[in-house]
């Protein structure tokens, strides 16, 4: 959201990033250009009456908005300010996969508040084709009434902030090459398939694994790294707040997740030029990988397929990827494409 926000700056939009509660890493992110507006709100209603505030008091053309209860907020809170703002409803996970994780009433009411509230919308957005058939599937809204838009990921600052000095002994000239992972310690990236698939690769040869993220599966990954006896070849650093330089530097990136909406990495990764090899996940690595040529797809959970394609990629490299197929993930093409879906 970042991204676009900047984007649509030097595309001479004014900006507000609308929050329920301002918090967290990424409020230092945003730039000056941007008003930041913290509703100091929580919990459905109280964020959708504060919203409704906001609404009547700014009066903005455009209401972008992304996640679950965010576009239910959204439209209801549209919907009863009684004001003409455009609403956009961005879906950004795999629907049919995601509620699974979540409670039991979640389960049952989601798939009507999505059926019932997003007609509402001016317009329905998906990050990638699977997300949108996905969607479509299991909530019974028309295949043809959402739009896929790629998320914005490349833009001029990772270039920048791949520069950036790195302070570790692994990226010296010399060292085993590393695999690199990136996200949250959780699930759904599934790094223990990736860290069992590392120990595959180094019965073969010589390696390290590096991973960078923080969540709650951190204790269990630790045991598992020492149940393996992997402790001085894999390096669980947390969260990094500039991962670029560590992409930039890695000899692979590995996605590991059981499921996507996109797959932001890998994109950050090729763009600075990082093999990649991914899960065949829902939804978005195929997309983005184009099938494989980009990058190689092993099956979801299968860390042996996971360590060969590595090990592939270790022996062969893989091919370099089209600035064309590139251009498709650059945050000002995005920004236009959305521009276009806010019809002003």
């Not at 060292?175 to 073969?204: N, S």
């Amino acid at each position: 959201m970042l991204n676009l926000a900047s984007s649509f700056v030097r595309y001479g939009l004014q900006i507000d990033l609308v929050l329920g509660k301002a918090w967290g890493s990424h409020i230092k992110k945003v730039p000056p250009e941007i008003r930041l507006v913290d509703l100091k709100a929580s919990g459905f209603l109280s964020t959708t009456k504060a919203l409704m505030r906001y609404l009547r008091q700014e009066r903005p053309v455009v209401l972008l908005s992304a996640l679950h209860y965010a576009n239910e907020i959204a439209l209801l809170a549209k919907r009863f300010a009684g004001v003409s703002t455009r609403v956009i409803v961005s879906e950004h996970n795999t629907f049919s996969i995601a509620i699974r994780r979540t409670s039991i009433s979640k389960r049952r009411f989601l798939p009507f508040f999505v059926r019932y509230f997003y007609p509402w919308a001016d317009a329905i957005v998906a990050v990638s084709e699977g997300v949108a058939k996905d969607l479509a599937q299991n909530t019974g809204l028309p295949i043809e009434s959402i739009q896929t838009i790629y998320n914005p990921i490349i833009t001029p600052e990772i270039f920048v902030k791949a520069k950036e000095p790195l302070d570790s002994p692994w990226f010296t000239s010399g060292e085993p090459p590393v695999i690199l992972g990136v996200g949250k310690l959780e699930v759904q990236k599934d790094f223990t398939t990736l860290i069992r698939a590392f120990a595959r690769i180094r019965q073969t040869r010589p390696a390290r694994l590096m991973i960078l993220g923080w969540g709650p599966d951190l204790p269990k990954l630790e045991a598992l790294v020492q149940e393996l006896g992997l402790e001085e070849d894999v390096s669980l650093l947390g969260y990094v707040d500039n991962p670029y330089p560590y992409m930039a530097r890695a000899d692979v990136f590995a996605l590991s997740s059981k499921w996507e909406g996109f797959g932001n990495v890998l994109v950050e990764s090729m763009a600075l030029g990082t093999p990649v090899v991914s899960t065949n996940c829902k939804s978005g690595p195929a997309e983005i990988l184009n099938n494989g040529q980009y990058g190689l797809l092993a099956p979801v959970g299968d860390s042996d397929a996971l360590a060969e394609a590595i090990i592939n990629i270790l022996a062969n490299g893989s091919k370099p990827v089209s600035p064309t197929w590139l251009d498709r993930f650059t945050s000002d093409r995005i920004a236009q494409k959305y521009i276009e879906t806010f019809a002003i």
